[in-house]
Every structure is written in structure tokens, then in C-alpha cells.
């Protein structure tokens, strides 16, 4: 089954404590991203990777890193968590081209106190 | 810059059609999409359509491209309670193929 897992799926931490939020996918895509979602703003990319060891920024990368050191893989790391990055957190997989199929995690709340 | 936008609320009766709107900025857009989230849960991509298209049609979902106007809507024909969701326009475009554009999503109501 195709599937995009992501953990922890809640996580209440406080400011300053690095934490890394995981994501997975089993379909061999090459492309996967990061989004946070927030109320009134939709979805904004964090950031994406087209491949291993190729990231790039989305729109609001700021306060985040990411790695792509396998295909399959693609942590989200808070190095210094605030409260303006309180949000939900979806990471999806993408097969980009004709035939485009795209996948999303169940999402990741956090809470940074 | 690129901006994608829909408007907030619908609400249609049970049976009838429900049409969501979006309109987008970016004319040289080479994918547009739409996603349902369903409370608590991710998304889902429900449907998409190349720029090169007018329209696509998926059992009770209809897209229309109006690309003179930049205007994109999804027609879910009879729709159901199980339709209730938030319903997310978004946008790729040529120039960075690889950013999604997301607009802010209209969440549907269905009323018996």
C-alpha cells in the first residue's frame, strides 16, 4: 500500500529544544516536501527535494533544515523550535510528470511553548 | 509574485452540484490541482489538469480551465455528506516547476 508516514504525529515541546519530526515514503518517489498548514493560510512549502542529497527552499524556510540522505527519507529538523512555528505539519511524495501522483502524511501537530 | 485564492465557505444541499471556485496568477502555470482534506487527516489529491486543457472529468468531479481568466473550478456533481471537506486549489508552475502554490482552501458544507 502507498503510504507517507511521519513521526511523532503530536508532539508539545518547549522553546529552544531541537527536535526532528521524520517522514518516509515506500513508492521509490524522487520528489518530497514539507508543508506547515495554518489557519487562513492553507499550505506553505518549507522546503522540497528532488532527489537525494538535493534540497532546495520553499516559500518559508526559515528556522527549518531538512536532509535527503536516502530516497526514501526526509527529516524535518526544528534546531532551535519558537512559537511562531506552532502549526501542523504535512510532508508528502510526488511522482512529478504526466502520469503525477502525490501522497501526504496524516500530518505532524506541534506546540512549541 | 504567485498567489493562488478561493473563497473561504459553501454550502449546497445534499443532491445538488457544488461548484469551487480559484483563480491564480501565474500565467505560465503548467499544473493546477485539487486536494481534499477531510477533517483530521491529510491531504488528497483528488484531480489535476495541464494548462494545455480546458476541461477533465473524473466520475462526479468536473475541472474547467479558463486560462484567459486565470479561473479554475471543481463541479462535484450530486453531492453527498461524505463530500464535507476542505477543498484546496493549488498551482505549478513552469518557471519552478518544483513549489506547489497552495490557496487557503473552501471548506464545503453539505446541508440535508
Known sequence: EAQVTQNPRYLITVTGKK???????????EYMSWYR?????????????????????????????????????????????????TSLYFCASSSLGEEETQYFGPGTRLLVL | GEDVE????????EGDSSVINCTYTDSSSTYLYWYKQEPG?????????????????????????????KHLSLRIADTQTGDSAIY???ER???SASKIIFGSGTRLSIRP
Open chain 2, 6 to 13: 478561493q473563497s473561504l465557505f459553501l454550502s449546497v444541499r
Open chain 1, 19 to 29: 527536535l526532528t519530526v521524520t517522514c518516509s515514503q515506500n513508492m521509490n518517489h
Open chain 2, 88 to 90: 484546496f486549489c493549488a
Open chain 1, 37 to 85: 498548514q495554518d489557519p487562513g493560510l492553507g499550505l506553505r512549502q518549507i522546503y522540497y527535494s528532488m532527489n537525494v542529497e538535493v534540497t532546495d527552499k520553499g516559500d518559508v524556510p526559515e528556522g527549518y533544515k531538512v536532509s535527503r540522505k536516502e530516497k526514501r527519507n526526509f527529516p524535518l529538523i526544528l534546531e532551535s523550535p519558537s512559537p511562531n512555528q
Open chain 2, 41 to 69: 487527516a491529510g491531504l488528497q489529491l483528488l484531480t489535476y489538469i495541464f494548462s494545455n486543457m480546458d476541461m477533465k472529468q473524473d466520475q462526479r468531479l468536473t475541472v474547467l480551465l479558463n486560462k484567459k481568466d
Open chain 2, 93 to 95: 508552475s513552469y518557471s
